[in-house]
């Protein structure tokens, strides 16, 4: 069984690509409202071990997560783990893949495929980016592969980083800076990539139209965008049953009474079925609140196994 370190798990996709391979298995038919829950285990110290398995086709797959809030500190990242990728029928190991770069990854490509869809189109648009970690990286890189950027704001609680972030979107050639969380007053796209449990800024200064993704929680009491955001905004989700599990974004307005279950709009499904209205058709800011889904782990990992040369045995493709 081939077994792939993080450096190689990371350079077996773009982000296109497995954008690509999320929007295939829907078109398919995957319905992620039937995907199973994550488990959740804490761990003394402060952590988090997440199990999170799924099955289509001819592939099953496990992800076993860590969550150390503590790492960065000590110079190990953040989210730690492994995936296992099986032949459905026999349930044979067919790979091993790095856990954390399959979800530095996975989480950008779920961005960037709704991003096709809700991101305004046919000018250079104004980013917002909060946060300077990996995922924050990762979403700078996929939002250049969907759209054109004018320019980009990095906003980061620790300055240096926030920094060098910037630095790296000048060197990949859009003029960027460090900034404050007003500057979403001027946004097109803002992208919310942090551990942060309280809003991260005003929702009432978001323009109409504007779009923000936010994928930094899958905690019901954790949010990075606030109620007022989130009252004015059309929400797209990856699943309702997800995001009414998890999604504090969401779930902490609903607790204030200041929306209901009904809030939300639409879901990934929806917008790459084309149920859904195009990007500024409905006046009002758009919301993307991901909180990260196994079906989504098992498409990534399966388009990895077969971009690395690996199948099944029996030549038939999965879902």
């Known amino acids: 069984m081939p077994q792939f370190e993080a450096a190689e798990t990371a350079a077996l996709l773009t982000p296109v690509a497995a954008a690509d391979a999320l929007a295939g298995v829907l078109r398919a038919g995957l319905d992620p409202e039937t995907c199973p829950q994550r488990s959740a285990l804490p761990v003394p110290g402060g952590g988090e071990l997440l199990l999170m398995p799924a099955a289509a086709g001819e592939y099953a797959g496990v992800k076993i997560a860590g969550v150390a809030p503590g790492n960065p500190a000590l110079g190990l990242p953040r989210i730690t783990g492994s995936y296992l990728l099986l032949d459905a029928p026999t349930l044979r190991p067919l790979a091993l893949f790095d856990g954390s770069a399959l979800t530095a990854l996975r989480t950008p490509a779920v961005s960037a495929l709704a991003l096709r869809y809700l991101a305004p189109t046919g000018r250079a648009l104004r980013l917002v980016l909060f946060g300077?970690?990996?995922?924050?990286?990762?979403?700078?890189?996929?939002?250049?592969?969907?759209?054109e950027l004018a320019g980009v704001v990095v906003v980061g609680r620790t300055p240096d980083a926030a920094r060098k972030l910037a630095e790296h979107a000048g060197a990949l050639g859009v003029p960027a800076r460090t900034g404050t969380p007003a500057d979403v007053a001027e946004a097109d796209l803002v992208l919310c990539c942090t551990t942060a449990r309280e809003p991260l800024f005003d929702g009432r200064l978001v323009a109409p139209g504007a779009t923000v993704v936010a994928v930094g929680s899958h905690e019901p009491d954790a949010r990075e965008t606030d109620t007022a955001l989130v009252r004015r905004a059309a929400v797209y989700v990856e699943s309702r049953a997800a995001a009414l599990r998890e999604a504090g974004d969401l779930l902490v307005p609903e607790a204030e009474g200041a929306i209901g279950p009904g809030h939300i709009n639409g879901t990934l499904s929806d917008l790459v079925a084309g149920r859904m209205p195009a990007a500024g058709e409905q006046g009002c800011p758009q919301l993307f609140k991901s909180v990260g889904m196994a079906w989504e782990d098992l498409a990534v990992a399966v388009a990895m196994y077969r971009a690395a040369g690996g199948t099944t045995g029996r030549g038939s493709s999965a879902t």
């Open 132 to 147: 300077s970690g990996p995922q924050a990286y990762g979403h700078l890189e996929a939002v250049l592969h969907v759209r």
